[in-house]
């Protein structure tokens, strides 16, 4: 790219977006550049005014407009209309149970939690709930349910994860190779179980999370993984359109989908599986 310092800031700055690498900033880029009326224009505009007008509110965490004190009513209680709390680590999870509409009440997001790198106490928002739970006569106060000190034995856990590394990577494989979406997927005991994007979400981000809190780690999943994908290989071993995952993991798109899935499931919007999914189903179109 010649005399583009511009554009080349621009594909620089997309490429840090989560679940984008350089290649497809420059596709972003690149559709960008050709719809400047439609795109470019109105997407400055939005950054512009994102960037001067919303902010985390300093009391309950959640994001709000910058001109007014909470626009979620969700701590300035004008009109009282609950009586619980859900105390969250970050937006993302506040999205994510406001989606599943299973709770209605108010939000307070903590801001990370204290055993996560660098947190202080003082810099997550634990007094401030504190005087919401007094001033707002509030009854309950849910969390996320987090065992807090896990009693499982390691064989326990490498069962659990097992389980859902093989359905991921049964649903993931039939995906990224064939096009395949909802349908039945042998399981562990090679019983053909309904498996669709919301098992999927549920297996991925269940080994996600046990990563992120330390019940598992990166190199224990990648092992039972490439256990599994033998085991999913070996069940599909019938369907001449197969392509083997176990023959070279580093070269199966579909393997390395399904672990994308895992160790990049933190950063999936609400943990949704899409992105990932049509990433790669693409990329191995394209190739
Ligand atoms: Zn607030």
């Given at each position: 790219m010649q005399n583009t310092s511009e554009i080349e800031e621009l594909v620089k700055l997309i490429s840090k977006l989560p679940g984008l690498g350089p290649k497809s900033a420059k596709r972003i880029v690149l559709k960008l550049i050709n719809n400047r009326d439609e795109l470019v224009k109105p997407l400055a505009k939005t950054l512009a005014e994102v960037y001067k007008n919303i902010s985390r509110c300093k009391i309950c965490g959640v994001l709000k407009s910058s001109a007014i004190d909470c626009s979620y009513d969700n701590c300035k209680v004008?009109?009282?209309?609950?009586?619980q709390i859900c105390v969250v680590e970050n937006i993302a999870d506040q999205w994510s149970i406001e989606n599943s509409n299973i709770f209605k009440g108010y939000f307070h997001i903590l801001g990370g939690t204290i055993s996560s790198a660098g947190n202080k106490k003082e810099d997550l928002l634990i007094n401030s709930l504190i005087e919401r739970v007094k001033k707002d006569k509030i009854d309950d106060l849910l969390t996320i349910p987090v065992a807090d000190r896990p009693n499982w034995s390691v064989d326990e856990i490498n069962k659990e994860i097992s389980n859902s590394a093989q359905t991921l990577l049964g649903y993931v494989v039939r995906w990224i190779d064939q096009g395949v979406g909802c349908s039945k997927v042998p399981d562990i005991n090679n019983v053909g179980l309904m498996e669709d994007r919301a098992t999927l979400r549920i297996s991925s981000q269940h080994i996600a999370n046990w990563v992120h809190h330390g019940v598992t780690t990166k190199m224990q999943v990648i092992e039972i993984m490439k256990e599994m994908a033998k085991i999913v290989d070996k069940q599909n071993e019938n369907d001449q359109n197969y392509i083997k995952m176990s023959t070279d993991y580093d070269r199966s798109t579909a393997f390395q989908t399904a672990c994308e899935l895992i160790f990049k499931g933190k950063d999936q919007p609400s943990g949704y599986t899409e992105p990932l999914l049509h990433l790669n189903r693409l990329k191995k179109k394209l190739a």
């Open positions: 004008i009109q009282k209309k609950y009586n």
